[in-house]
């Protein structure tokens, strides 16, 4: 079984806006060849946004559209701060992460491009059964979890709380405690009674209401950017785009092909979900868990860039980033027209 990859973060400054996940992996180099690279590596994380990844992988579809030879290796990574990490040291080609890391890597400099979305949607929050929480008001005093301070879910919620209900975290010196820890960990800290309420990507929700260790507080409609925002993207450098603007065509090829399969082939693509989940993070989901998640998904590879923006924006407004971004330059759709 591949282990978990847990990788050095920039700084304080890129830890914020990390993608949620969780995940093991074996590290793996590439090598160049004459005629281009002879072996590449992708990433993305455990969760049923990133079942492209997964569906990509079961049938070989990136070594479909690459040059005969050519090896495909994977890496599945703990945050989105490891993954982001990984790209701008070459460590992967590219691979599927939040919205978030890649936002924030790109305002803090990062040289590097969203070629795609992977998935929109998928976000809950989820109150612990026996917290005293039926409604977002009761989260006042109360501890939530999220994968990653500042992280996609993290901000989707916060700023959801501060926009409707006025509350926030007491990163801000707010009226809610703030932890972190992997999705895959929720259900048993529910049960535990370590936390009250939590942000989840799922399946990691559907497992929980499974387990019947907590509720839906807020379903994915009522979440911030809950249905507009891709929960996952398709990142690259932008230093390989430009010198190998072939492969990086190759790779988004084959990453609409895993999107579309899914959207026509749900039942097969689930079952290569929670095969996959179960390889990585050694839990099996059962087959109602992942129906229940699939419902709050759309698939699709198309980038607004105006959600992003408005996103960004938030996240801002929330304090995660010290100065206003500006994303212009980021999205690079030319690829998706091809």
Not at 138 to 165: N, W, Y
Not at 266 to 295: F, G, R
Request: aromatic residues 8%.
């Amino acid at each position: 079984m591949k282990k978990f990859v847990y990788l050095a973060v920039l700084g304080s400054l890129l830890m914020v806006l990390s993608a949620c996940g969780s995940s093991e992996s074996d590290a793996s180099g590439d090598e160049e060849g004459s005629d281009g690279k002879d072996e590449i590596t992708i990433g993305y994380f455990p969760n049923i946004n990133h079942v492209a990844g997964m569906v990509a992988e079961e049938k070989e579809m990136y070594s479909e559209e690459l040059p005969d030879g050519t090896t495909v290796n994977y890496q599945y990574f703990p945050d989105g701060s490891a993954f982001m990490t990984a790209v701008e040291t070459g460590e992967i080609e590219g691979g599927i992460v939040g919205p978030g890391p890649a936002m924030n890597h790109y305002v803090s400099g990062a040289n590097i491009n969203i070629v795609a979305a992977g998935s929109k949607g998928g976000t809950v929050i989820m109150a612990r059964n026996d917290a005293g929480i039926s409604s977002p008001e009761d989260l006042k005093g109360k501890t939530f979890i999220s994968p990653r301070v500042g992280c996609t879910h993290d901000v989707q919620f916060e700023a959801m709380m501060k926009d409707e209900f006025g509350i926030t975290s007491d990163r801000v010196k707010g009226e809610m405690k703030h932890v972190t820890g992997k999705p895959a960990t929720y259900a048993s800290m529910f049960e535990a009674g370590r936390v009250d309420a939590a942000t989840v990507p799922e399946p990691w929700a559907s497992k929980i209401e499974a387990d019947g260790s907590g509720k839906v507080l807020v379903d994915t409609p009522e979440v911030a950017y809950g249905e507009t925002l891709p929960a996952a993207v398709f990142v690259t450098s932008n230093d390989l785009k430009e010198e190998d603007p072939e492969l990086i065509q190759n790779l988004v090829n084959a990453h609409k092909q895993a999107t579309d399969f899914i959207n026509d082939n749900p039942e097969e693509a689930k079952t290569i979900a929670q095969d996959k989940i179960k390889e990585i993070t050694d839990q099996k989901l059962s087959a109602e868990v992942i129906d229940s998640a699939w419902e709050r998904i759309d698939f699709s590879y198309d980038v607004d860039e105006s959600v992003l923006q408005d996103f960004a924006d938030s996240s801002y407004n929330l304090e995660f980033l010290e100065e206003k971004p500006d994303l212009d330059g980021l999205v690079d759709k030319s690829f998706l027209t091809n």
